[in-house]
């Protein structure tokens, strides 16, 4: 049982398997030209900002997702007209809402790929936040279900949340490898409870999933510019002349 290498190897999924932050900057893009047709008069750089502190400020309330971005989206629209904006404005952030939720899935081109060679070899987990609804019913219209043996839809990513999944499933934080698009979320609470990650950054990324690494902790993940070289780099880590915990 001293084989070196992972009893379990999770995927995040928005930004990571599919396409996911250029919606949310496609409704911010509808949102701004809304809030201009309402007469307000501030700068798109403005109205990003009020929405960002907004969405961050919502964050305890109402977690990540279409719903809770929707939610803050109303909020400053109500703000930002002083309390003007009308119920037909109100009706089309609804209605953006609703799209962003049945909207097509569009996989990053090597996922199949990567899930295909890996769930031949490991048991995979989708491990998501979000929405509970929404998270699973994209899993199920990406056509990737079959591949993952285990779904976590968690609210935050926190190293006590990844911690209390591995807990579960009887898995050493060692022999646990976490593969995402997000360092604050995939990369850095996964480290700090002594498993590896595999950090795939995306073009486009939410500005609230960028984080500083820490000096100690740069060369305890590796960075790959996309999932098509995943399975080699996990047979690579995997074989007994890697015995580095972690190489960059
Ligand atoms: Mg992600």
């Known amino acids: 049982m001293d084989r070196p290498g992972f009893d379990l190897i999770a995927f995040d999924g928005d930004d990571t398997l599919w396409h996911n932050e250029r919606s949310y900057r496609h409704a911010r893009e509808r949102f701004r030209r809304l809030l201009s047709s309402a007469g307000v008069d501030l700068s798109d750089d403005e109205i990003e900002a009020c929405v960002n502190r907004t969405e961050l400020e919502n964050i305890d309330y109402y977690g990540y997702g279409v719903s809770s971005f929707t939610l803050s989206l109303i909020e400053t629209a109500i703000d930002l007209t002083g ?135 740069k060369d305890r993940f590796i960075e790959l510019p996309s999932l098509e070289s995943l399975a080699e780099l996990v047979a690579s880590l995997e074989s007994p002349a890697s015995s580095s915990s972690a190489r960059k």
């Open 83 to 217: 309390g003007r904006v009308g119920g037909s404005d109100l009706a089309g952030l609804i209605e953006l809402a609703k799209e962003m939720l049945s909207e097509e899935i569009e996989l990053f081109e090597s996922a199949r790929g990567a899930l295909a060679a890996l769930s031949a070899t490991h048991p995979l987990m989708l491990i998501t936040k979000g929405d509970l609804l929404h998270q699973t019913s994209k899993l199920e219209r990406s056509g990737l279900q079959p591949f993952f043996k285990y779904v976590e839809v968690v609210s935050h990513k926190t190293p006590r949340v990844y911690a209390s999944i591995l807990a579960r499933h009887g898995v050493d934080p060692e022999r646990f490898l976490m593969i995402g698009n997000s360092l604050r979320s995939d990369v850095l609470p996964v480290i700090e409870i002594g498993a590896r990650a595999v950090h795939v950054p995306a073009a486009l990324s939410w500005a609230h999933e960028h984080a500083d690494v820490p000096e100690e902790a």
